[in-house]
């Protein structure tokens, strides 16, 4: 059954504060597929600019549309009938589908839906679709999944993967530390506290705090030797880009970017291949 958006203005960040605070959850019986509209939303050039100093890049990778959807995507869960608080929300998966050339400095009308709430052993796993449009034409589509852990959840310690180094090659590493998660908390607006603190983090059942699973995908989407291949090429011809968020990436930590030897995926480990953080592919 399709989902009817609401038209709505865009809430300032105070009351969008302000009304999750004074929420209330509702329980998963009561849960419904709900959407909202925003027409006419017009782009934050301070942060576009902020954006391409901290990834030195002079276009915007299609995972901008996440940042720039970000206060739609809160103030839909803030008016929906969840079972979940909003803050310490786990961060499964994020594609992208370019389906015409996207402007992002003219204004956009944003749609955001929430489709599903599915219980699971992990906890509530929320499945919320962004629709871009300009002039009156669908330009982007962004497809995430979220996931509400139990705080008494404990993933099976037999599921990290263990690579060798023919499977892959090394790219690039970077260093991800506490401040560099401010930083980009600041950039995006996603102050979600398992990424600000440690002792915040472990209040949702973190061991510590975790990095942005974002900021690596752009990471991955703004790297020279990513553009350069033929991903770029496929991304031009308006492919899909699907990305998962295999495991959280505590901080501080090392990370790797990798690229398989068919070239067909790309991906973010610790050093010594233990745990794939983040797993990029073109389709």
């Known amino acids: ?42 782009p934050n050039i301070k942060t576009i600019k902020s954006f391409q100093m901290m990834f030195g890049c002079k276009e915007l990778p299609v995972s901008y549309m996440f940042i720039q959807g970000f206060r739609c995507i809160g103030q839909l869960l803030v008016s929906s009938k969840i079972p979940s608080k909003l803050m310490g929300m786990i961060h499964l998966t994020s594609n992208y589908k ?51 852990k139990r705080t008494n959840y404990q993933s099976s310690k037999n599921n990290k993967v263990a690579l060798t180094a023919p499977d892959i090659k090394t790219i690039d590493k970077s260093h991800y530390s506490q401040q560099l998660a401010r930083q980009y908390a600041k950039v995006s607006g996603d102050y979600n506290p398992i990424h600000i603190h440690p002792l915040l983090a472990k209040v949702f059942g ?43 990436c505590y901080l501080p930590k090392t990370v790797l970017l990798t690229e398989s030897i068919d070239q067909q995926s790309y991906a973010l480990y610790s050093e010594g291949f233990k745990d794939r953080f983040i797993k990029l592919a073109f389709n």
């Not at 958006?5 to 849960?31: C, G, N």
Request: glycine letters at 4%; one cysteine or more; a neutral charge.
């Open 206 to 248: 973190l061991k510590s705090s975790v990095m942005h699973g974002m900021y690596g995908l752009h990471w991955m989407l703004t790297h020279q030797h990513i553009l350069t291949s033929k991903a770029e090429e496929e991304i031009s011809h308006h492919k899909t880009v699907t990305v998962s968020f295999n495991r959280p």
């Open 1 to 42: 059954m399709s989902i009817s958006s609401q038209i709505v203005e865009l809430d300032s960040v105070f009351t969008l504060i302000k009304k999750a605070v004074i929420r209330q959850r509702a329980p998963l019986a009561m849960f419904q597929s709900t959407g909202l509209r925003f027409n006419h939303v017009e």
């Open 98 to 148: 370019v389906v015409k050339a996207h402007d992002w400095l003219k204004p956009v009308d944003i749609e955001v839906r929430i489709n599903s709430c599915v219980d699971s052993e992990k906890g509530l796993i929320y499945s919320l679709s962004t629709y871009f449009y300009q002039l009156g034409q669908l330009t982007l589509v962004n497809e995430n999944e979220f996931l509400d």
